[in-house]
Nanobody, 124 residues
Framework: VQLQASGGGSVQAGGSLKLSCTAS????????MGWYRQAPGRRREFVAGITRGGRTNYADSVKGRFTISRDNAKKMVYLQMNSLKPEDTAVYYC???????????????????WGQGTQVTVSS
């Protein structure tokens, strides 16, 4: 599986960005997809996840502001980010895993496949 993220950039606080991720590989390896982020000097953190069937979950810090979606036919996952804050500044990573039955917010679990990151910078 290869994951290619795009759509990062610089925006002022309160603005919006939409990240996209194109996946290649077997559909069975893409049952769960999502986004993580890592800010300088901070640990990597779960942002949002979505199953093939459309079940979603979000980190508390982004609930109500970010929306994850996917297009199974195109093997793509998206992250619409609204009302961006400076603390959203990070490198965002697209992720995928065959197992859609675990809660990836639980740090005991990790997605198998990771893409290269895309930088999101929010200025105040």
């Amino acid at each position: 599986v290869q994951l290619q993220a795009s759509g990062g950039g610089s925006v002022q606080a309160g603005g919006s960005l939409k990240l996209s991720c194109t996946a290649s590989g077997s559909d069975s390896r893409l049952n769960a997809m999502g986004w993580y982020r890592q800010a300088p000097g901070r640990r990597r953190e779960f942002v949002a996840g979505i199953t093939r069937g459309g079940r979603t979950n979000y980190a508390d810090s982004v609930k109500g502001r970010f929306t994850i979606s996917r297009d199974n036919a195109k093997k793509m996952v998206y992250l619409q980010m609204n009302s961006l804050k400076p603390e959203d500044t990070a490198v965002y990573y697209c992720v995928a895993d065959p197992n859609a039955r675990v809660n990836y917010q639980d740090p005991r679990y990790s997605y198998d496949y990771w893409g290269q990151g895309t930088q999101v910078t929010v200025s105040s």
